[in-house]
C-alpha cells in the first residue's frame, strides 16, 4: 500500500519502519487484535505526512522526466516462481503496471480508501478510523475512486 | 456502472495486488522481514524497561520499610529510664547530707510525727 502510494520502494520500506516503530513504541502493551487497525491508521497517516512533503516536488519531477522513465514499479523486476510461460508473465506484468499507474494516479484519499475497503476488507467504518474522517467521507471516496478506476482500467478488468 | 460490474472489477483489483504482493522479490521481503525484527526487539525492550525499573522502584521502598520498622522497634523498646534522671533523686544525689539520713528517713519523718501528736 506504501508503495502504490510512494511509488518508491525505499521510501515505502522506510514508512512502513516508522509505522512499525511507533506501533510498538505507543501501542505495545494495547490488545493483540487492536494492532491491525492501530498499525493501518499509523501507516496511513505516514503515507499522508509523505505525500505533503513530496507533492511539490514530484509534480517538479513529472515536469521534467517522462513518467516511465521516472518509476519503475518493483514488482517488474521481481522473479516470478510460479511456473507461467513466458507469455503470461508479460500478460501479469503488464496488468500489474496498468493497476499500479491507475491506482497511484488516484488522489491520495482515493487512492487509501479504496485499497483499505477492497485490499484489506475493511468496513466503511474501520476505514474511516483509519483515515481519520467520516464515514460519509469513505463512501465518497470509495465511489469516486471506483468510478475513476473503470475510466482508467479497459474492459478486461 | 453495474454493481456486477463493480464487483468484478474490484475482485480484479484485490487479485492483482495480492499476485504483486506474493511475488515480491527477494531484498524486499528480506528488509520487511529485517523491520519487523527490529520492531519486535523494541517492543522487547520497552516492556523489559518498566519491570526493571518497577523493580528497583519496589526494592528500595521495602528496604526503606525494613528500615522505618527496624527504627521504631528500637525506639518502643528503649526503656525511658536509661538516660533519664528522675527529679527526686536528683535531690539526693547533690544534697551535702549524709546518705544515712536517707536511708533512715521513715524512721525520722515517724520520729517526727510522734513528737507533733504529743
Same mark, same amino acid.
Given at each position: /500500500?506504501?508503495?502504490?502510494?510512494?511509488?518508491?520502494?525505499?521510501?515505502?520500506?522506510?514508512?512502513?519502519?516508522?509505522?512499525?516503530?511507533?506501533?510498538?513504541?505507543?501501542?505495545?502493551?494495547?490488545?493483540?487484535?487492536?494492532?491491525? #487497525?492501530?498499525?493501518?491508521?499509523?501507516?496511513?497517516?505516514?503515507?499522508?505526512?509523505?505525500?505533503?512533503?513530496?507533492?511539490?516536488?514530484?509534480?517538479?519531477?513529472?515536469?521534467?522526466?517522462?513518467?516511465?522513465?521516472?518509476?519503475?514499479?518493483?514488482?517488474?523486476?521481481?522473479?516470478?516462481?510460479?511456473?507461467?510461460? #513466458?507469455?503470461?508473465?508479460?500478460?501479469?506484468?503488464?496488468?500489474?503496471?496498468?493497476?499500479?499507474?491507475?491506482?497511484?494516479?488516484? #488522489?491520495?484519499?482515493?487512492?487509501?480508501?479504496?485499497?483499505?475497503?477492497?485490499?484489506?476488507?475493511?468496513?466503511?467504518?474501520?476505514?474511516?478510523?483509519? /483515515?481519520?474522517?467520516?464515514?460519509?467521507?469513505?463512501?465518497?471516496?470509495?465511489?469516486?475512486?471506483?468510478?475513476?478506476?473503470?475510466?482508467?482500467?479497459?474492459?478486461?478488468? | 456502472? =453495474?454493481? *456486477?460490474?463493480? *464487483?468484478?472489477?474490484?475482485?480484479?483489483?484485490?487479485?492483482?495486488?495480492?499476485?504483486?504482493?506474493?511475488? !515480491?522479490?527477494? =531484498?524486499?521481503?528480506? %528488509?520487511? %522481514?529485517?523491520? %519487523?525484527?527490529? +520492531?519486535? *526487539?523494541?517492543?522487547?525492550?520497552?516492556?523489559?524497561?518498566?519491570?526493571? =525499573?518497577?523493580?528497583?522502584?519496589?526494592?528500595?521502598?521495602?528496604?526503606? +520499610?525494613?528500615?522505618?520498622?527496624?527504627?521504631?522497634?528500637? !525506639?518502643?523498646?528503649?526503656?525511658?529510664?536509661?538516660?533519664?534522671?528522675?527529679?527526686?533523686?536528683?535531690?539526693?544525689?547533690?544534697?551535702?547530707?549524709? !546518705?544515712?539520713?536517707?536511708?533512715?528517713?521513715?524512721?525520722?519523718?515517724? !520520729?517526727?510525727?510522734?513528737?507533733?501528736?504529743?
Amino acid at each position: /500500500m506504501a508503495q502504490i502510494a510512494t511509488g518508491n520502494k525505499d521510501d515505502a520500506l522506510d514508512i512502513l519502519q516508522d509505522a512499525m516503530f511507533k506501533l510498538v513504541e505507543k501501542y505495545a502493551d494495547r490488545d493483540t487484535k487492536d494492532w491491525g #487497525p492501530l498499525f493501518t491508521t499509523i501507516l496511513q497517516s505516514r503515507i499522508k505526512d509523505w505525500y505533503r512533503r513530496n507533492q511539490v516536488r514530484n509534480r517538479f519531477r513529472s515536469w521534467f522526466s517522462s513518467k516511465d522513465e521516472e518509476y519503475e514499479a518493483p514488482i517488474q523486476q521481481a522473479e516470478d516462481e510460479s511456473a507461467r510461460t #513466458p507469455e503470461q508473465l508479460l500478460q501479469a506484468d503488464r496488468r500489474i503496471d496498468e493497476l499500479d499507474e491507475a491506482l497511484h494516479d488516484l #488522489p491520495l484519499r482515493q487512492q487509501q480508501a479504496f485499497l483499505l475497503r477492497t485490499w484489506e476488507g475493511y468496513s466503511v467504518e474501520e476505514t474511516a478510523t483509519a /483515515m481519520k474522517c467520516s464515514a460519509g467521507s469513505v463512501k465518497t471516496h470509495y465511489s469516486r475512486a471506483v468510478h475513476n478506476l473503470r475510466d482508467k482500467l479497459d474492459e478486461h478488468w | 456502472m =453495474n454493481q *456486477d460490474n463493480e *464487483d468484478k472489477l474490484t475482485r480484479n483489483i484485490k487479485q492483482t495486488l495480492d499476485d504483486s504482493v506474493a511475488s !515480491l522479490d527477494g =531484498n524486499t521481503l528480506s %528488509r520487511i %522481514r529485517q523491520i %519487523r525484527g527490529q +520492531a519486535i *526487539d523494541k517492543a522487547i525492550d520497552k516492556t523489559d524497561t518498566p519491570q526493571s =525499573n518497577w523493580s528497583i522502584i519496589m526494592s528500595g521502598a521495602l528496604a526503606t +520499610a525494613c528500615v522505618m520498622v527496624f527504627a521504631v522497634m528500637i !525506639l518502643l523498646k528503649s526503656p525511658v529510664s536509661n538516660h533519664a534522671v528522675p527529679l527526686d533523686d536528683l535531690d539526693l544525689i547533690s544534697s551535702s547530707e549524709s !546518705l544515712e539520713l536517707y536511708e533512715d528517713l521513715e524512721f525520722y519523718e515517724w !520520729l517526727e510525727d510522734d513528737i507533733l501528736q504529743s
